[in-house]
């Protein structure tokens, strides 16, 4: 399954609102994560199950979907949201497969 | 706080073989899928292999298959990938991770060149 990610950069002002966008070559239901990787850190776990937040990430970070697309929506952008962000789909594998990343600048 | 910590990258010739470990600490290893995932310079996230908790499934990403093997010791509270054949596409950051596919604590990785 390949994993599409859209735009390659989003650049938004603090305070705004950044939604990114993941598409699945075919259904992967809401088999769907979502990661940040700040860099020079390894990647984080945000959202699984496409709308399921990990404990202790803020309210602010949204994920929304299901099928082949999907959205991450974060809410009042601050300076720490800079960062890589992937989508990957574990609905089928091996492999799971990630999409290629949106790159987030703070303007 | 639980904490990965990878090992075992550095420089290694096209053909040549290398093994990475991965220890756990605050976190036993034997209650979770475990997997690898790596990140080629300036790329995107590749999942490279899982293995079951009692290691009696593995599985591969087609490019690595036949090449690497995921291997664990409980009793070590470790995770291996050993390599070989080693390509200069394999060059990347190794990750290790709890879980199937990535979704529990990932380590800070290390980081495994391929070049003559």
């Known amino acids: 399954i390949v994993m599409t990610q859209s735009p390659a950069t989003l650049s938004v002002s603090p305070g705004e609102r950044a939604t990114l966008s993941c598409r699945a070559s075919q259904s992967v239901g809401i088999n769907l994560a979502w990661y940040r990787q700040r860099p020079g850190q390894a990647p984080r776990l945000l959202i699984y199950?496409?709308?399921t937040r990990v404990t202790g990430i803020p309210v602010r970070f949204s994920g929304s979907g299901s099928g082949t697309d999907f959205t991450l929506t974060i809410s009042g952008l601050q300076s720490e949201d800079l960062a890589v962000y992937y989508c990957q789909q574990y609905y089928k594998w091996p492999p799971y497969t990630f999409g290629q990343g949106t790159k987030l600048e703070i303007k | 706080e639980v904490k990965l910590v990878e090992s075992g990258g550095g420089l290694v010739q096209p053909g040549g073989s290398r093994r990475l470990s991965c220890v756990a600490s605050e976190f036993l290893i034997r209650a979770y899928w475990m997997c690898w995932v790596r990140q080629a310079p300036g790329k995107g996230l590749e999942w490279v292999a899982n293995i079951k908790q009692d290691g009696s499934e593995t599985y591969y990403l087609d490019s690595v298959k036949g090449r690497f093997t995921i291997s664990r010791d409980n009793a070590k509270n470790t995770l291996y990938l050993q390599m070989s054949s080693l390509r200069v596409d394999d060059t990347a950051v190794y990750y290790c991770a709890g879980g199937q596919w990535g979704d529990g604590d990932w380590g800070q990785g290390t980081l495994v060149t391929v070049s003559s």
């Open positions: 199950d496409a709308s």
